[in-house]
């Protein structure tokens, strides 16, 4: 813990690798707002110009944002992948094929390790995500049913305290909200696919709970695998409906009213 005893810059410094150090493992996520500056240099033992020191530092690094107010966020990083790459992967349909083979080789291993370390505060952060999608399920709410999804397995992540595989997986996490890979709310729009969703999920949250690796990575994986194919038979679906749609008129372009017509 930093601490004013040494040298301003380097207490500064000691400041702001502490911080550093908090967004790295997670407990500082990205859109967080930092305590203030009072309460924040009371809790980590410095002077308040020490403090800001440091968080200018890291505000020039772009780790931390200051905005109108006085009040400071953790900056919006590691939560999605930004440049010409995102129109890029969004505009290509084979994007959610890759995403979810990816997916498919990490949820599984991921949801074991989370089995094996999760600590009871990481087990009662994914009880309060299983509660909330229970909650979304029964008000048939399912845009808050697919958010609470999404937190779920962000906090499986967490749970494993893998720095490199929580921030990778957030990034993807934040592309899956924007609708980068695709939209989820065709899925929980279904409700028999819902149920089932509740249920893979359910499953996912005992295993850990458990502790049972084992059955945490089996579970991860067929879900992952239910979701591949729901979502291929529902863009088939799609693209037979377009057929048709075509095939009794909104879309021909053909000067006659039915084929061989005078």
């Known amino acids: 813990m930093p601490n004013d005893t040494t040298r301003p810059g380097r207490a500064a410094d000691a400041v702001a690798r502490h911080i550093e ?3 790295l493992e997670g407990s500082l996520r990205p859109g967080e707002r930092l305590l203030p500056e009072r309460e924040m240099a009371e809790r980590l033992g410095v002077s308040r110009p020490t403090l800001r020191d440091g968080v200018r530092a890291l505000e020039e690094r772009g780790l931390l944002r200051g905005e109108a107010g006085g009040a400071t966020h953790v900056a919006p990083i590691g939560t999605s992948i930004t440049d010409p790459l995102l129109p890029l992967l969004a505009s290509r349909l084979e994007t959610t094929d890759d995403y979810l083979e990816f997916r498919a080789l990490s949820e599984g291993p991921a949801a074991a390790l989370a089995a094996r370390r999760a ?35 962000v906090a499986i992540y967490e749970a494993t305290h893998n720095v490199v595989l929580l921030h990778v997986m957030r990034a993807l996490s934040g592309m899956l909200r924007a609708g980068v890979f695709y939209n989820r709310t065709k899925l929980y729009a279904r409700p028999e696919v819902r149920e089932l969703l509740r249920g893979q999920h359910r499953a996912i949250h005992d295993a850990i ?6 059955a945490a990575e089996a579970a991860a994986a067929g879900h992952i695998g239910f979701t591949h194919a729901a979502l291929r038979e529902i863009r088939e679906a799609e693209a037979r409906l377009e057929v048709s749609i075509r095939r009794v008129g909104a879309g021909r372009i053909g000067a006659s009213g039915r084929a061989g017509g005078g």
């Not at 709970?209 to 084992?214: E, W, Y």
């Open 21 to 23: 150090g908090l967004i």
């Open 209 to 214: 709970a458990a502790r049972d690796p084992a």
């Open 119 to 153: 600590t009871p505060v990481d087990l009662a952060e994914l009880g309060r995500c299983m509660a909330r999608i229970d909650r979304a399920h029964g008000l048939q709410d399912p845009t808050e049913e697919a958010e609470a999804d999404a937190d779920l397995h």
